[in-house]
């Protein structure tokens, strides 16, 4: 199916699939353990990012059931990291690059990586645990796996 189009809005913990203006999906998440200090920066500091992504890959086989990698850093997150000097010249063409291209970002460098939409956690996890990625519950993670494609957008509200 194309055409669909992921609303997360991390101030009401909501996740939302929509097509066109139809909502074919709606579920309560849970985000980064530092999610209250506003959006993804750097490696480790557990805040899950804001902005414009899409879906860069997609895993049947998580540790968290199911996840769909998006595409943090973007092309914004990276231009501010490189003008904070905090990623190369060859980093943020890079990134840019790829972003451009459709491609997974390199995930490798001072900005962090791995941001997905995923499952629970198999220990079963309250309130905000992850390390800045968005989690739901697993049937209704399983119902957006067969929504969502690669490359389909992701909007994250603060």
Same mark, same amino acid.
């Given at each position: 199916m194309s055409g669909i189009n992921i609303l997360i809005e991390k101030s009401a913990r909501r996740l939302r699939a929509f097509s066109g203006e139809e909502c074919l999906l709606e579920a309560q998440i849970s985000l980064g353990f530092g999610a209250e200090d506003g959006p993804k920066r750097r490696e480790g500091d557990g805040r899950?990012?804001?902005g414009g992504y899409f879906v860069c890959t997609r895993n049947e086989r998580s540790k968290f059931?199911?996840?769909?990698?998006l595409s943090y850093p973007n092309e914004q997150d990276a231009l501010a990291?490189?003008?904070? $000097?905090m990623i190369s010249q060859r980093e943020w063409d890079?990134?840019?690059q790829r972003i451009q291209n459709g491609q997974?970002?390199?995930w490798d460098t001072a900005l962090g $990586?791995?941001?997905m939409i995923h499952g629970e956690h198999p220990d079963g996890r309250e309130g905000d645990w992850t390390a800045g990625c968005i989690a739901i519950e697993n049937g209704q993670m399983?119902?957006?796996f067969d929504l969502?494609?690669?490359g389909c957008p992701v909007r994250i509200l603060p």
């Open positions: 899950t990012p804001e059931f199911r996840a769909l990698g990291a490189f003008r904070e $000097g890079s990134i840019s997974r970002p390199d $990586g791995f941001i399983q119902k957006l969502a494609h690669l």
